[in-house]
């Protein structure tokens, strides 16, 4: 028979064990009516995006896929000065190689991707803070993106670090913004603030910071009260006539985790991880700056 201290020090090792996941929940969902959700992602300091990211993230995709109610979806983040950053360096590579394909039959991390892209639901990133790599990716993987004009900072860094970006920018951004500017901006791996992001289409609309999130939200409101088939079949000749194949974004991964394995790449994550990478605020924020003094090969 369980005595009642037994019992009660069991609802407390409960209770901290249920305290502990929630602390680990990175991703959370605020459904503000059925129709309209909100995303968040809070993982501080930096919104670093890993292997553990990824089943979470996975049960909003598939909660916005089934859903029958739901019609548009904002993401925003919670941890300041950062949107989502890079992906996570620190655990083995194969806790990312080794996860299991998703629906699409590509790794859960560009499948969650495309899955976003050709939901009948609407999707709308609210960019304040640096959106670099993944950031960036889930950005051009949604409908819309919006940023503010003082505090939004988006890139791709990965080439100056002599790695490939594995979630489809090569894809998706030169028929965003054309092929010259996606290269510039793939290539140059430099930090694009709001407003020069709006000049060049990598988002629909930079606002002034205090003006970013009434913006967003009145638009979000306003698609969520229209018929959802109208939406729905709206989005769906839109992604015809624009979004990539499979096979495009699936090549872009393949090339990410290829190029990782590469002793160049092993060597500059190592320097950027010297500097600071994943633990000082300094380098994250300014990792366009960074990856740019790093030591040629």
């Known amino acids: 028979m369980v005595s009642a201290a037994d019992q009660s020090a069991k609802t407390v090792e409960a209770g901290v064990k249920q305290e502990m996941l929630s602390a680990r929940r990175q991703v959370r969902v605020d459904r503000r009516t059925p129709e309209y959700w909100r995303v968040t992602f809070d993982n501080p300091p930096f919104n670093i995006f890993g292997p553990d990211t990824i089943p979470q993230l996975n049960e909003v995709i598939t909660a916005i896929e089934t859903d029958p109610h739901v019609r548009v979806v904002v993401f925003d983040s919670a941890v300041p000065g950062f949107f989502i950053t890079h992906y996570d360096f620190v655990p083995p590579l194969s806790e990312s190689t080794g996860l299991p394909s998703g629906p699409t039959g590509l790794h859960p991390l560009p499948d969650m991707l495309v899955r976003l892209s050709r939901s009948p639901v609407v999707s709308i990133s609210l960019i304040r803070g640096r959106a670099t790599g993944v950031g960036s990716e889930l950005a051009l993987a949604s409908d819309m993106r919006f940023a503010s004009r003082e505090n939004?900072?988006?890139?791709?860094?990965?080439?100056?670090?002599?790695?490939?970006?594995?979630?489809?920018?090569?894809?998706?951004?030169?028929?965003?913004?054309?092929?010259?500017?996606?290269?510039?901006?793939?290539?140059?791996?430099?930090?694009?603030?709001?407003?020069?992001?709006?000049?060049?289409?990598?988002?629909?609309?930079?606002?002034?910071?205090?003006?970013?999130?009434?913006?967003?939200?009145?638009?979000?409101?306003?698609?969520?009260?229209?018929?959802?088939?109208?939406?729905?079949?709206?989005?769906?000749?839109?992604?015809?006539?624009?979004?990539?194949?499979?096979?495009?974004?699936g090549a872009g991964w393949d090339a990410f985790i290829t190029s990782v394995q590469r002793p160049e790449a092993q060597e500059k994550i190592s320097q950027l991880m010297q500097l600071g990478l994943q633990t000082n605020r300094e380098i994250e924020a300014k990792l366009g700056y960074y990856t740019g003094t790093l030591a040629p090969r």
């Open 152 to 249: 939004a900072v988006l890139s791709q860094w990965e080439v100056g670090a002599a790695l490939v970006p594995g979630g489809g920018p090569m894809a998706r951004l030169p028929t965003l913004i054309g092929r010259g500017r996606a290269l510039e901006v793939l290539l140059g791996a430099e930090d694009i603030g709001g407003d020069l992001a709006e000049k060049y289409g990598y988002v629909n609309r930079s606002l002034a910071d205090a003006e970013l999130d009434g913006f967003v939200d009145a638009l979000a409101t306003r698609i969520s009260r229209f018929d959802r088939h109208a939406i729905a079949e709206t989005k769906r000749l839109v992604d015809v006539a624009s979004l990539p194949s499979d096979t495009e974004i």
